[in-house]
């Protein structure tokens, strides 16, 4: 697991251990209230933000899927272990649904007694890119 570090912001912030305040790992758009409540900001500059960061990226032909995913399997899985779960998993003719599956069950904890990685919520989904759409028989 990385190192977090720890920082104070202007806000009525600070980041303890990879949490805004010690409590929250990632801001969220909806819900945690308690942190944009200061009539005197704008939204995006509240302690927690619903305001996206955008990054764009220029695609390639070359590029095979995007993972879109939450904490769940981020804190469980670096970004370079998932794109190699799902290369090879793509390049032995497994199809996106059952990739996910098998992402879930790879993340999900054996038990509740670790350090809570693996009990978290998980979502992910894999959009597949140039790739040509089959047809299925109903």
Same mark, same amino acid.
């Given at each position: 697991?990385?190192?977090?570090?720890?920082?104070?912001?202007?806000?009525?912030?600070?980041? $303890?251990?990879?949490? *805004?305040?010690?409590?929250? +790992?990632?801001?969220?758009?909806? @819900?945690?209230?308690?942190? !944009?409540?200061?009539?005197?900001?704008?939204?995006?500059?509240?302690?927690?933000?619903?305001?996206?960061?955008?990054?764009?990226?220029?695609?390639?032909?070359?590029?095979?899927?995007?993972v879109i995913a939450c904490d769940g399997i981020w804190n469980?899985? $670096?970004?370079?272990? *998932?794109?190699?779960?799902? +290369?090879?998993?793509?390049?032995? @003719?497994?199809?996106?649904? !059952?990739?996910?599956?098998?992402?879930?069950?790879?993340?999900?904890?054996?038990?509740?007694?670790?350090?809570?990685?693996?009990?978290?919520?998980?979502?992910?989904?894999?959009?597949?890119?140039?790739?040509?759409?089959?047809?299925?028989?109903?």
């Amino acid at each position: 697991m990385s190192e977090y570090l720890n920082f104070s912001f202007s806000l009525q912030g600070h980041v $303890t251990n990879g949490r *805004v305040n010690g409590n929250l +790992n990632l801001s969220r758009a909806l @819900g945690d209230l308690q942190y !944009k409540r200061n009539k005197d900001l704008t939204p995006g500059e509240q302690v927690i933000s619903g305001v996206p960061d955008l990054k764009t990226e220029t695609l390639s032909a070359q590029d095979r899927f995007l993972v879109i995913a939450c904490d769940g399997i981020w804190n469980s899985m $670096t970004s370079q272990q *998932v794109v190699d779960f799902v +290369n090879e998993r793509l390049d032995s @003719g497994l199809k996106a649904d !059952k990739i996910c599956e098998e992402i879930l069950d790879h993340c999900l904890a054996p038990t509740k007694d670790g350090d809570g990685n693996g009990c978290d919520n998980m979502t992910v989904v894999i959009v597949l890119l140039n790739s040509v759409p089959t047809s299925s028989s109903s």
